[in-house]
């Protein structure tokens, strides 16, 4: 069980970069007064060093979530359901408990 709540979010993870790459290149690019889209690369000044191009291509990573969405939403479904099988395999435990304390 331990194996597969760790592939579950390992899955999660993955399907989180792309997003957070997205966020971080427009949080960083906002706190710099730059301009950022995917139409092309503009010139913007982080701490002396020029980022235009890294900002770019962290928009542009964006797409990547097209792909990497599945692997959430199959992370999450399957963390969900391994949560779900827990709490069954206690409630149907404890039951039985009551049961032969009858």
Same mark, same amino acid.
């Given at each position: ?22 966020? /971080? *290149?427009?949080? +960083?690019?906002?706190?710099? #007064? ?5 139409? &092309?690369?503009?010139?913007? %000044? ?25 692997? /959430? *939403?199959?992370? +999450?479904?399957?963390?969900? #359901? ?5 709490? &069954?395999?206690?409630?149907? %435990? ?9």
């Amino acid at each position: 069980m331990r194996g597969k709540v760790r592939l579950y979010l390992l899955m999660i993870f993955v399907g989180i970069l792309p997003l957070a790459s997205v966020l /971080l *290149a427009g949080q +960083v690019a906002t706190w710099n #007064g730059c301009r950022i889209d995917e139409g &092309g690369i503009h010139p913007c %000044q982080v701490l002396g060093y020029e980022a235009g191009p890294l900002l770019h291509t962290m928009t542009t990573l964006g797409w990547l979530m097209l792909v990497t969405n599945l692997f /959430l *939403a199959a992370g +999450v479904l399957g963390l969900l #359901g391994e949560l779900l099988r827990a709490a &069954g395999l206690r409630a149907w %435990q404890a039951f039985t408990r009551w049961r032969s304390s009858q």
